[in-house]
């Protein structure tokens, strides 16, 4: 295709919604070698952050890192607009640790649409589109509200959370996806004509609070990280000025005005009937839920340099507006508090991804592609992982390659996916660390080792970058062969040394050894070392050199674990099999199996409601 045929309203592929899993999305194909048409109810609104001005945290930081790894851009957007950088979890495991970026929210904005407008293949419009054209089960095309119509081979929904989008603050309710921004109307419609079944969820977002009326006197300061990491695996990552959060805390005249203040809650007078986030409640449903904790964390959370704009996290509600003044202005440091934006709550469709397979394609309509919120996520990383990977598959389609499939032992989004299209969730799904059965394998810091191979081969990843993780990994194998052949003696000052860290040896240790105990870190050992002292290595570097000496054990338990888990996926179930013709398993199974129609006895084992027994049934029929 040539990029004269956007002038026939021709493109390879549409991209409908351009928030983090369309800009994903838009910019992979492109890269890829496909003409994207992007469109957007509002093109000012491109890669916004509608509800928490961050990007990370647990699990999620994880999924920014392997964006990074493929060739995707939110960890390059991130390290370039942060407003702090903080790693939490520092003093757990490595499991569990986690990157966070307050952002600068309209600078993210910007950079973002900045890189899009810099790609000759991608076409940027302002519509709705309303519908989706389909022939012989095969996507041709698209219409938007103007009545235009558009060509093309694969589209990309990644609508968020405006499909038929209704707003409520209070008992009043308001057509509309997020705050100053309509409802995408028709689409939704069009797709259930298509046989696509479409469910409703809710969200919600606290209140913006002027700056100017915050007394930041009496919160507790939440700094940054004196010493940064970074997202993205490239070089060059700007070092910013680091900017505080603060923390202030609910109380009982809080939780008081919201008891006495239920009665006006959409939630609580069933105007709501989507399911909200359960690891995101409401600040009412806090209150109702966990009626004997006395107070709430509440961190105040600025939303960029250019505006006096201030996030409060933790504050989510759909309470009157009225009364979330009275509620603010209960909280330390609020008393005077003005409201910009109001809190609210937003419902609307979603749908259900147990309708997609594992490459985000619909399993009914060829080439219709589904990433974000709408397939039930909730989360800007989550969708970013999931337009990623639906961006890269529609030009696999294109193309007539096989799809990329991650599975669960390579990737948490692998396991995002898998979990989305075997478990029929019922309310947004957030990724979590216990999600992972494989997650000391699946860390932020190794997501380069696991992934970066796949994104070059794809074509995400060009060659100096792929250069600089050979170099990379080439260094950390080396500094874990010297750490295992380099000695230290027992001498004086080397147990006084680590007698600050409650360690002693009584005989000569190689490093390695030394550093498998709990309370030796590599820096500890550049005390114990001059060699490893006047070592230049990078903190990447030593850390995974660290994590993979020290976990050694642990590591090798759970690559047998994943070695045993792809067992299964080697018994492919047929596309065409009839499950009311299998005998020996219960009608519950059959019920689950014909529903999702997984491909192979691994994903059928991880469906809910299918017994073990049932599995064994299915091993030995597809077995022959």
């Not at 032992?409 to 979590?432: A, H, N």
């Not at 970066?452 to 050979?470: N, S, V």
């Not at 009311?580 to 691994?602: D, F, G, V, W, Y």
Request: net charge neutral; with cysteine; charged share 25%.
């Amino acid at each position: 295709m040539t990029g004269l045929d956007y002038i026939n309203n021709k493109y390879d592929v549409i991209v409908v919604g351009a928030g983090h899993a369309g800009c994903e999305a838009a910019i992979s194909a492109s890269k890829l070698g496909c003409n994207v048409l992007l469109c957007t109810l509002n093109v000012d609104n491109i890669a916004l952050q509608p509800c928490n001005p961050a990007i990370g945290g647990p699990a999620k930081s994880t999924l920014v890192r392997e964006i990074d790894a493929l060739g995707g851009i939110m960890g390059e957007v991130a390290d370039a607009t942060y407003l702090q950088m903080k790693t939490l979890n520092s003093s757990k495991g490595p499991a569990v640790r986690a990157l966070r970026a307050q952002s600068d929210k309209k600078e993210y904005t910007r950079y973002m649409r900045n890189i899009i407008e810099s790609i000759d293949n991608i076409w940027v419009k302002q519509t709705c589109i309303t519908d989706i054209k389909v022939k012989d089960g095969e996507i041709v095309g698209a219409a938007d509200e103007y009545g235009i119509e558009y060509a093309c081979r694969a589209i990309i929904l990644t609508t968020g959370t405006s499909l038929e989008g209704k707003m409520y603050v209070g008992l009043q309710a308001y057509s509309g996806g997020r705050l100053g921004e309509r409802a995408a109307i028709g689409l939704s419609q069009s797709l259930r004509e298509h046989g696509v079944q479409t469910k409703k969820l809710k969200t919600g977002t606290p209140a913006r609070v002027d700056k100017r009326t915050i007394d930041y006197s009496k919160m507790t300061v939440q700094p940054g990280d004196d010493e940064l990491s970074f997202y993205s695996f490239k070089p060059n990552r700007p070092v910013r000025k680091q900017y505080p959060c603060y923390l202030t805390r609910t109380n009982e005249e809080t939780h008081s005005i919201i008891r006495a203040n239920l009665d006006k809650s959409p939630m609580y007078q069933g105007l709501i009937h989507g399911v909200g986030p359960r690891y995101c409640p409401s600040i009412e449903d806090k209150i109702v839920r966990f009626a004997s904790n006395p107070s709430h964390h509440i961190f105040i959370e600025p939303e960029g340099l250019n505006t006096y704009e201030v996030y409060i996290q933790g504050f989510s509600t759909s309470l009157p507006a009225c009364v979330q003044v009275e509620m603010l202005r209960s909280l330390p440091g609020l008393e005077k508090a003005h409201i910009i934006k109001p809190a609210y709550a937003v419902e609307y469709d979603y749908v259900p991804a147990v309708q997609t397979t594992h490459s985000l394609m619909s399993k009914n309509i060829k080439g219709l592609f589904f990433a974000g919120q709408i397939n039930g996520t909730s989360g800007y990383e989550e969708a970013a992982a999931q337009g990623l990977v639906a961006g890269i598959n529609s030009v696999h389609y294109i193309n007539g390659k096989e799809p990329m499939i991650l599975s669960r032992g390579s990737s948490y989004t692998g396991t995002l996916i898998d979990d989305l299209v075997t478990k029929d969730i019922q309310e947004p799904y957030r990724m979590l660390t216990s999600r992972s059965e494989y997650r000391l394998l699946l860390r932020q810091d190794n997501a380069d080792s696991r992934l970066t191979e796949l994104g070059h081969k794809i074509g995400l990843i060009d060659d100096a970058q792929y250069q600089r993780f050979l170099q990379k990994q080439e260094n950390i194998e080396k500094e874990i062969k010297r750490l295992n052949e380099t000695k230290i003696s027992a001498d004086d000052v080397v147990n006084s040394i680590l007698s600050k860290y409650g360690e002693h040896i009584d005989r000569g240790i190689r490093l390695a050894e030394l550093l498998k105990r709990p309370n030796i870190t590599y820096n500890v050992l550049k005390e114990l070392d001059n060699q490893t002292k006047t070592l230049d290595l990078s903190r990447d570097i030593t850390e995974e050199a660290e994590v993979l000496i020290k976990y050694d054990g642990y590591i090798k338990r759970q690559e047998q674990q994943v070695e045993n888990g792809t067992k299964l996926e080697k018994y492919r179930i047929p596309a065409d099999v009839d499950y009311s013709q299998i005998k020996h398993i219960s009608t519950e199974t059959r019920e689950k199996l014909e529903k999702i129609r997984p491909t192979n006895l691994a994903q059928a084992s991880r469906i809910g409601g299918v017994k073990p027994a049932d599995i064994s049934v299915l091993m030995v029929m597809f077995g022959k």
